[in-house]
């Protein structure tokens, strides 16, 4: 088989588009943006990908108020992202702010609060640290990464780390 051959796009017409997408969104919530770039892998051209994703929408098949929400509920429950993180990968995929910010409003703050909890206890048990003070900035590291706010992870890794020796003694 030549590399050409194996880089040839299935390519797709509209209706068999539309029906492969129905499928995929009957499972799983998907985006306008998750839609738009399979269609692209398809080989759609773009006016008929537009048409069938007004079907999809239209049909309520694609709801981004509706996959925002999901989103945001399963990287808080399952993934433990923050804010931050989350905020982030549903920009990247497009989604109107105004959207993000209404299924960030309907989180859980104080869970939000006491699962980073959860997960610098976790990581301080597998951290490898020489001092105190080394393994609170290594739980505030690892916060922030989770896409959690600077005040609420310095507050929990403070919670965890109580003596901590500052770096002035150097």
Known sequence: MQPDEIRKKKVKTPEQALAALMRLCARAEKSQEDARRLMRGWGLAERDAEGVLAKLVRDCFIDDARYAGAFVRE??????????????????????????????????RPAMGERLCRQLERKARTAKYSTQYELKT?????????????ETVVEAASGLVTDTETCDEF
């Open 138 to 150: 290594k739980l505030i590291r690892y916060g922030l990464s989770l896409g959690y706010d600077y």
């Open 75 to 108: 990287k808080l429950r399952l993934s433990g992202w923050g804010e931050y993180k989350i905020r982030t990968a549903l920009q990247r995929k497009r989604i109107d702010r105004a959207l993000i910010d209404a299924a960030l409003a309907e989180a859980d």
